[in-house]
């Protein structure tokens, strides 16, 4: 399958809080910086709609112990600001996590969806 066996990726949707985008911002640079420092993180893209009300995240992990890894870390860094700032109204994760990851991604009530085919370059 060209390079995605293991990975494992997620989209989240969110909805910015009022009044919470500016600090959203800063925490969203924050985060950007520190994640930057976690080699296995293969992609780690944010999207705003126009009106700032509409955030995705865009995250892609060379594998499941990374995703693992990248979780803990927001957990004990970032998540209390995060959710401060938003209300999670989507998640879907790509991919096939082993048992480690689906525990750490089911808070977000992800909706999952396998491998099935494709290549990645």
């Excluded at 969110?14 to 296995?40: H, I, S, Y």
């Excluded at 992609?43 to 992990?61: A, P, Q, R």
């Excluded at 998640?91 to 009530?109: F, H, K, M, Q, W």
Aim: glycine share 10%; hydrophobic share 40%; net charge negative.
């Amino acid at each position: 399958m060209g390079g995605i066996d293991g990975q494992v990726s997620w989209v989240l949707e969110c909805d910015v809080k009022d009044g919470q985008l500016d600090a959203f911002k800063e925490l969203m640079d924050e985060m950007v910086a520190g994640t930057m420092e976690e080699p296995q993180t293969l992609n780690y893209e944010w999207f705003i709609s126009e009106d700032g009300g509409t955030v995705h995240l865009y995250e892609k992990y060379a594998d499941s112990a990374a995703a693992v890894a990248h979780l803990n870390g927001f957990m004990e860094k970032w998540a209390r600001r995060f959710m401060d700032c938003i209300e999670v109204s989507r998640c879907t994760v790509y991919g096939n996590p082993d048992e480690s990851a689906r525990e750490a991604i089911a808070p977000l009530r992800a909706k999952q969806l396998a491998t099935w085919g494709g290549f990645a370059r």
